[in-house]
């Protein structure tokens, strides 16, 4: 059996990481290394009881650091503002950031409780409402700040004009704006950041391509069966062909978050065929999240979405 793929990750003892999505799948993993390091991991989750299952998992594996696993809905802005008020209150500051969790091809459009359609609210408006209700705790700590993106922000563009798709809602195409939003997003963030002097290191990273549950059955989601795209995944990930591992693709966003190496306001990926799999490395920054213009614009269509504010830029 090949050794699994790793990546020196400096020691993180004393620093305090935070990972959402990190339940199951890539950010178990970006969890589990993160703490193999030594970081102290906070796992804000949806389902409790499979969080701590996660923990106990990751615990058992690395023996080093401790874990927390809090509730965490990120299509819930009221869920959103209850956790990051209790981490508030609790005042510890926030080294590292990994926005990892998201959801991907609902087969029919669905609406979350602030009347989002469940792939803007999930993978970007969370994070941003996330990210944006954080800022004292992350401006303290300098925080390392990095948005998991997908090859899918490649492709397609951000439905400016009807964002919560109430008309021609496509599944593929309302997950590629909800990932360019989020990456548009990110790199805003490090702009701001770098005007404002918060201190803050914002950059992208992206999986490749793996067998998590994003395209598995989830009857929660209105999808009853295990998609044959991730059924064809898993199969050519068994066999080492193509695709990477949950493991491999967790490096990725470890590399960006924790490297020395690592630039702010850059993407890194699987530097394989295709960046779908392998050991991470820089990658060309996706065309569709290079404009200043349309990052601002997706700052302040969040702002106004979600009514969530973070510090006025400062020029």
């Not at 949950?246 to 630039?263: C, E, F, G, K, N």
Request: glycine share 10%; no cysteine; proline share 6%.
């Amino acid at each position: 059996m090949a050794k699994p793929l790793d990546i020196p990750v400096p020691d993180l003892t004393g620093k305090l990481a935070l990972v959402t999505g990190a339940s199951d799948g890539v950010g178990l993993e970006i969890a589990a290394r993160l703490a193999r390091a030594g970081a102290d991991i906070l796992m804000p989750v949806r389902n409790q009881q499979k969080g701590e299952a996660a923990a106990t998992q990751i615990a058992q594996r690395t023996n080093r650091g401790s874990i927390r696993v809090l509730p965490l809905d990120l299509a819930s802005l009221d869920s959103v503002a209850t956790l990051t008020a209790r981490l508030n209150d609790d005042g510890r500051p926030i080294d590292l950031l990994i926005a990892n969790a998201g959801v991907m091809n609902p087969p029919t459009r669905q609406v979350t409780a602030d009347g989002f359609e469940l792939q803007l609210a999930t993978n970007h408006l969370g994070h941003f409402a996330l990210v944006a209700q954080l800022h004292p705790l992350l401006v303290e700590a300098k925080a390392h700040v990095t948005s998991q993106v997908s090859i899918a922000a490649d492709r397609g563009a951000v439905n400016w004009d009807d964002p919560n798709w109430e008309h021609g809602y496509d599944p593929m195409k309302a997950y590629s704006s909800s990932k360019i939003a989020f990456g548009l997003f990110a790199m805003e963030l490090q702009r701001r950041s770098d005007a404002a002097g918060w201190g803050i290191r914002s950059n992208l990273s992206h999986p490749g391509i793996t067998p998590t549950n994003l395209l598995a059955a989830q009857p929660g989601m209105g999808r009853s069966t295990d998609t044959t795209a991730v059924k064809f995944i898993r199969a050519m990930s068994r066999r080492g062909i193509l695709f990477g591992t949950a493991s491999s693709a967790a490096l990725s966003a470890v590399y960006a978050a924790t490297s020395p190496d690592a630039r702010d306001g850059h993407l890194y990926g699987p530097k394989g065929f295709a960046h779908l799999s392998g050991l991470p490395a820089e990658q060309p920054m996706y065309s569709r999240l290079e404009s200043e213009t349309d990052g601002g614009r997706v700052w302040d269509l969040s702002e106004q979405l979600t009514g969530v504010r973070v510090a006025p830029l400062g020029r």
